[in-house]
């Protein structure tokens, strides 16, 4: 049960396109499709972007998007806007129906 | 609309007990698995334990085993967390999050535990 690692911060300009890995063992992202995303502002609950590599749910921007191979996993958020400098975290399905987390990124908006 | 509202947190000194609750309302509570989360300060998520619909599957991380409970109350739409033998290392903000079958949709606002002398 060891956290996914995740790379402590990414940025990007307004309108660029930020990608921010998640990389776990075949136990957890590489033995299953089941990674999602989630969005948290400072103070705030986290929110549901991704889930299942690469479904968005209804009301997030299609700018949003993920994708796997192998034991990594990736969220990219295209066209940056202000609003979505904020902390990502990944999870996986690690089997036996527990849970991992990724160590999360912290994304800025240059 | 969906709502989750968990209370009961607070100071406790090492060692001690807590126990949290988390009200869900706006959806048909005991049709979903359920979930405690926690982030310690200026820490990542970490997945803390969960519960089947009816509460006859519980699940846990590794470092709660033996000293948390996790349980569910369907008439009261309530889910609980029993936290026995608290260690510093336990503070953290607690979130309460309904799954929809391997993914976290909705999340309440947390309830922060601070196990401290």
């Known amino acids: 049960q060891s956290a996914l690692t995740q790379p402590p911060s990414a940025s990007g300009s307004p309108g660029q396109s930020v990608t921010i890995s998640c990389t776990g063992t075949?136990?957890?992202?590489?033995?299953?499709?089941?990674v999602s995303w989630y969005q948290q502002h400072p103070g705030k609950a986290p929110k549901l972007m991704i889930y299942e590599v690469t479904k968005r749910p209804s009301g997030v921007p299609d700018r949003f998007s993920g994708s796997k191979s192998g034991n990594t996993a990736s969220l990219t958020v295209s066209g940056l806007q202000a609003e979505d400098e904020a902390d990502y975290y990944c999870?996986?399905?690690?089997?036996?129906?527990?849970?991992?987390f990724g160590s999360g990124t912290e994304v800025t908006v240059l | 609309e969906v709502q989750l509202v968990e209370s009961g947190g607070g100071l406790v000194q090492p060692g001690g007990s807590l126990r949290l609750s988390c009200a869900g309302s706006?959806?048909?509570?005991?049709?979903?698995?359920m979930s405690w989360v926690r982030q310690a300060p200026g820490k990542g998520l970490e997945w803390v334990a969960n519960?089947?619909?009816?509460?006859?599957?519980?699940y846990y991380v590794d470092s709660v085993k033996g000293r948390f409970t996790i349980s569910r109350d369907n008439a009261k739409n309530s889910l609980y967390l029993q936290m026995n033998s608290l260690r510093a290392e336990d503070t953290a903000v607690y979130y309460c999050a309904r799954h929809i079958d391997t993914y976290f949709d909705n999340w309440g606002q947390g309830a922060l535990v601070t196990v401290s002398s």
């Open positions: 999870s996986s399905f690690a089997g036996s129906n527990t849970y991992v």
């Open positions: 519960i089947k619909r009816d509460g006859s599957e519980k």
């Open positions: 706006g959806f048909t509570f005991s049709s979903y698995w």
């Open positions: 075949s136990s957890d992202v590489g033995g299953y499709n089941y």
